[in-house]
């Protein structure tokens, strides 16, 4: 695999990253309805990237995944954690994860919370993460989402 850089996500790439977001949940073969309705929340705009903090994984000069850290007291939110599509299984999202470790405990969290798509609660579970309940979708109404979390070392 080329080499994965991380740096800060730029305002003019909102509308890419977008986009990288929706064609990444499109992988679990969820239907274009689906997907549209999630559209809002899965929109980056320069707003958001003024108070959160978003990252870009580039590979050659092309992203191949975003997320985004949000701090609340002394835990650390995964926000929008997606891999390119193309890219999904290749070892991106690894990558990306311990990036996201990194900058959480740069921010001293003692504590990840992960509301987890279905389909990646095993890929969160594989990086050491537990399932400790669940959470309401801010999409669709009575869809429970996995909650995660992952006690940082110190």
Not at 73 to 84: I, K, L
Request: hydrophobic share 45%.
């Amino acid at each position: 695999m080329n080499t994965i850089t991380f740096r800060p996500a730029l305002d003019e790439e909102c509308p890419a990253l977008s986009d990288l977001m929706l064609h990444s949940k499109a992988h679990w073969d969820y239907d274009a309805d689906f997907i549209e309705a999630c559209r809002a929340d899965l929109t980056i705009t320069p707003e958001w990237l003024r108070i959160n903090d978003g990252f870009v994984a580039e590979r050659e000069g092309i992203a191949a995944g975003f997320f985004g850290i949000i701090m609340e007291g002394n835990t650390a939110h995964v926000e929008h954690f997606f891999v390119a599509r193309e890219a999904i299984g290749s070892g991106v999202g690894q990558l990306m994860w311990a990036e996201f470790l990194r900058q959480a405990a740069l921010r001293k969290a003692m504590r990840i919370e992960i509301e987890a798509e279905p389909h990646a609660e095993a890929f969160y579970r594989h990086m050491g993460a537990v399932t400790i309940g669940q959470c309401p979708s801010t999409v669709f109404a009575g869809r429970m989402l996995p909650l995660m979390e992952l006690i940082c070392r110190t």
